[in-house]
Structure formats: structure tokens, C-alpha cells
């Protein structure tokens, strides 16, 4: 099964290495600026893992990895960078929740198990997600079955009250 990763950096050079390199395993999209890749972030999404280089023209990794957040919180987001600072790597765990902080030059052998660590975190964060929509669909059906029994006026005012908020 096909995972999507979005890849964002402006050295096309990398991103054409990483899209001859992972095609066979992943579903990889790439985007040589921070604008484009939001761009495609929200028009071609969901993606399983995002991986972003930290410093671009217009904005950084960080506020990237920030924005994307916002778009689709369950996505996994790594941060690639040739400057591995400190400070940087604060900014990105602490601003951008990031999964991973990798540094340039990242082999294959490096990259791949996190992309495949991070598919499984979004497959389990999307998983979690269905069953607490799920659970509560059902308690909430529970409850109001239990309320039919103990008091059948009420029921009838709640499914009116339902009927309200659903048109």
C-alpha cells in the first residue's frame, strides 16, 4: 500500500534524488518552495509524512511545519536540515511538533525507517481518531436510548432538539 509523503525543499537537486529513491515504496510529492508545498498540502492531501528543509527562502521549515499543523494536525512532520543548531531544533519540536530532526546529508538508510515510523504514527493517529468518533456515536445512542426508557417526553424534546441542530 501506497503512503503519500510530501517532500519541500529548494534544492531541486534533492528533491528529484528523493523521488527517484522512494518512488517504489512511497507516494512522493515534491515542492521547491515553502508556498507551493502548502499549496499542495492542502489541495493533493492528506499526506501520511511531511518532510520539509528547514531553511528556504520566504520561510523556514518551522513556520512550514507550523502551518501544516494547522491544516492536517495527524499528518507527521520531519524537519531535514544541513545546519543542525540548537535553537532550530527547539523551534521545531516546540513550535512544530516535529516526529523527527534529521540532518543533510540523510542517507536512505536513515530516511526510511523514520518515513516508515511516521506512516505507522498516522495510520495509528487517523485509527484513534475513527474509533473516539465512533465510541462516542455509540454512547451517544446508548444514552439516548436509556433516556427513551426513563423518560419518553424528554426523549421525544431531545430528538426535536436534534432535529433543530441538524437543519
Known amino acids: ?11 531541486q537537486k534533492i528533491l528529484n534524488s528523493f523521488k527517484r529513491s522512494l518512488t517504489p515504496e512511497f507516494r512522493v510529492f515534491t515542492a521547491d518552495s515553502p508556498e507551493e508545498g502548502l499549496r499542495l498540502f492542502e489541495e493533493k492531501g492528506p499526506f501520511s509524512v511531511l518532510v520539509s528543509d528547514m531553511r528556504m527562502p520566504g520561510m523556514n521549515g518551522v513556520e512550514v511545519l507550523c502551518r ?3 491544516i492536517d494536525p495527524e499528518t507527521v512532520r520531519v524537519l531535514l536540515t544541513g545546519y543542525a543548531d540548537q535553537e532550530a531544533a527547539i523551534d521545531a519540536v516546540n513550535k512544530g511538533k516535529v516526529f ?20 505507522r504514527n498516522y495510520r495509528l493517529n487517523v485509527g484513534d481518531r475513527y474509533l473516539n468518533e465512533r465510541t462516542q456515536q455509540g454512547l451517544v445512542g446508548l444514552l439516548s436510548q436509556i433516556l427513551a426508557m426513563v423518560n419518553p417526553a424528554a426523549q421525544r424534546k431531545a430528538n426535536r432538539l436534534k432535529g433543530y441542530c441538524r437543519h
Open 68 to 70: 501544516a499543523q494547522e
Open 100 to 119: 523527527k530532526f534529521l540532518t543533510k546529508p540523510c542517507p536512505l538508510q536513515t530516511l526510511v525507517p523514520v518515513l516508515e515510523e511516521g506512516i
Open 1 to 11: 500500500m501506497y503512503s503519500s509523503v510530501l517532500f519541500i525543499d529548494d534544492d
